[in-house]
């Protein structure tokens, strides 16, 4: 199996601007217009789950590691992708949901978390201890020491892990690392304020990378720091409820100078949600290799089955106990539990409720596998399954209508909603990217 991160790592050291989009989402449709887009290209497809979405526990999707890997394997059989151009990727995996403990038992979580992600066969694995817990000092910063050895830590949890796995499938391929303090907030910025974004300074980022270089080193991993290919750093974006921070090229030029000092690593982007395509590629040719998106796909795929929704009511408007109301029954089962949302919308509650539906930071997805809502989902979809009427087609979805009318795009309302989610995020990403180069 071609190993194409590292292929990418190598391609960025010749100068020549190939990376890759990593699709973080655990939204099965979602991730389904992703696997379509990337069979019709051709190109590589990286997903990830966050520690969030799928832990050993289940996480909010219900999954644990071993299960996200099989949605996805059976979603690349769905679809006719070829596994061996599927990249499975753990972000943030680390004490992030377990920072309410003390330190032994938040690591412990935390190890077993890796553990799990390595044993089921996820290839990237971004290590994340940058956060602090509850045994260490609110008031005071944590150390690159404390987060390199922790880390370090980690590290040789999923060494060991591979190593077990390697006695069931002889040819499984080494895990590649992704290390670095300087992360976004999972799931973008809380902030009722914004106060701007601070571009990590080279400095920074040279003592992340020389501490967790010796972290590895006294743990007994110089072995493993060989496929530690990218360190997370803040290039100044930034996905937030009102858009995005863009990046600005001459802002960072010193910290994309530093990379090329290093032959063998490049950046992780993160919260590179709503930045154009122009700037995509403009981070691709600076060094930040790799791209997350998140939200951007969520609410591309949320803004087509609004689309649907708007269509369903003139198509029903005459049978209103037909339609799915599938708008409505998601900000109920919102509202019901607020706990994914409240954090991140403020304002009044006419604010709060507009947010709640067409905010950029798109909590929506934190409720879309709930029952209420896959039903409603389901109900939208019957009732076009014999096509959109090509007035409402038309209306509400003018990208895809030419496509459909062309022959190109079938009136199907998923295939609809997946090409909505291709046109308005991913090949943004597919050309900033230029994955077809790896």
């Known amino acids: 199996m071609e190993d194409y ?16 989009y990593s699709a973080c989402t655990g939204n099965e449709l979602a991730l389904e217009a992703c696997m379509r887009r990337a069979l019709q290209t051709g190109t590589v497809l990286l997903i990830e789950s966050t520690a969030n979405q799928v832990d050993q526990y289940g996480g909010y999707t219900g999954m644990k590691p071993v299960d ?25 995996l680390g004490p992030l949901t377990f920072a309410g403990y003390e330190e032994k038992k938040a690591m412990e979580e935390a190890s077993e978390l890796i553990r799990q992600y390595v044993l089921a066969g996820y290839t990237k694995i971004h290590i994340d201890t940058s956060m602090k817990v ?21 590290a040789k949890v999923a060494e060991d892990a591979y190593a077990e796995r390697k006695k069931s499938v002889p040819d499984a391929k080494h895990p590649v690392y992704i290390v670095g303090s300087e992360v976004p907030i999972p799931g973008g910025s809380q902030a009722i304020v914004d106060t701007g974004v601070q571009v990590t300074k080279p400095e920074d980022f040279r003592a992340t990378v020389s501490t967790f270089e010796k972290a590895f080193e006294e743990h007994g991993l110089k072995e493993a720091w060989g496929y530690v290919i990218a360190v ?31 032959p063998n690593l ?45 269509a369903e009511k003139e198509a029903y408007r005459d049978q209103p106990e037909k339609q799915s109301r599938f708008m409505e029954v998601l900000d109920q089962t919102m509202q019901e539990n607020p706990k994914y949302y409240v954090n991140h919308y403020h304002g009044s509650d006419a604010e709060i409720a507009y947010k709640r539906k067409f905010s950029f930071s798109d909590r929506c997805r934190y409720y879309m596998q709930q029952p209420a809502v896959t039903e409603a ?11 959109v009427p090509l007035g409402l087609l038309s209306q509400f979805f003018p990208v895809q209508y030419p496509k459909v009318r062309s022959g190109e795009l079938k009136n199907d309302p998923k295939e609809l909603v997946m090409d909505w989610v291709a046109a308005g995020c991913i090949d943004a990403y597919l050309y900033g990217a230029q994955q077809e180069l790896l």
Do not use: W
């Open 5 to 20: 991160l590292k292929k990418m790592v190598t391609l960025q050291k010749q100068g020549k601007a190939a990376g890759i």
């Open 68 to 92: 996200f890997m099989a949605m996805c394997s059976a979603l690349a059989k769905k679809t006719g992708f070829p596994e061996e151009r599927l990249i499975l990727g753990g972000d943030h």
């Open 134 to 154: 509850a045994s260490d000092d609110p008031d005071t910063r944590l150390s690159d020491e404390t987060i390199a050895r922790r880390g370090a830590e980690l």
């Open 232 to 262: 997370v750093v803040q290039p100044g974006v930034e996905e937030k409820d009102a858009g995005c921070t863009e990046y600005v090229r001459e802002k960072a030029k010193d910290l994309m100078a530093a990379i090329k000092e290093y």
């Open 266 to 310: 490049i950046f992780e982007g993160h919260s590179t949600d709503y930045q154009t395509k122009e700037k995509l590629r403009e981070l691709v040719e600076d060094g930040v290799g790799i791209l997350k998106v998140g939200p951007g796909l969520t609410l591309a795929m949320r803004e087509g089955l609004f689309a649907l929704s708007y």
């Open 377 to 387: 989902q389901a109900k939208l979809f019957e009732n076009f399954r014999d096509g």
